[in-house]
């Protein structure tokens, strides 16, 4: 039986504000995000690789768990005021869903 490590080699990638970089590309996951690692943390990560496929890298996570980590495409030209905007948008939308919840909470009641 093949192990994890013959299939996809071990590596190191940084956690930069943008994203995880691993050979001058940049790769991106849900518990990344989920977690705000991009800005809070800084470092290297323990990365399995797939040769043959570098849309991808898998990260392996403190529990010992592994999350897929997809390549953030390099030729999207963001401005600064775009990136200000997307975000707003992101914490208004999380905004009406904690109140939706805190309302369906108290009607449960």
Same mark, same amino acid.
Request: proline share 2%; charged share 30%.
């Given at each position: 039986?093949?192990?994890l490590?013959?299939?996809? /080699? ?6 930069? +504000?943008?994203? =995880? %970089?691993?050979?001058g590309?940049?790769? #991106?996951?849900? @518990?990344?995000?989920?977690?705000q ?8 990560? /323990? ?6 496929? +570098?849309?991808y =890298? %898998? ?5 010992? #768990?592994?999350a @897929?980590a997809?390549l953030?495409?390099n030729?999207?030209?963001a ?8 975000q707003?948008?992101?914490r ?8 939706r919840k ?5 009607h449960e009641?």
């Amino acid at each position: 039986m093949e192990k994890l490590i013959d299939l996809f /080699p071990t590596d190191q990638a940084k956690i930069t +504000e943008k994203g =995880i %970089l691993f050979n001058g590309t940049t790769y #991106s996951c849900s @518990i990344a995000i989920r977690e705000q690692w991009y800005g809070k943390l800084s470092g290297d990560i /323990p990365i399995f690789v797939d040769n043959y496929d +570098e849309s991808y =890298i %898998l990260v392996l996570l403190k529990d010992g #768990s592994l999350a @897929i980590a997809l390549l953030v495409s390099n030729y999207v030209d963001a401005s600064e005021q775009n990136i200000e905007s997307y975000q707003e948008r992101i914490r208004s939308l999380k905004d009406q869903l904690k109140s939706r919840k805190k309302r369906r909470w108290k009607h449960e009641k």
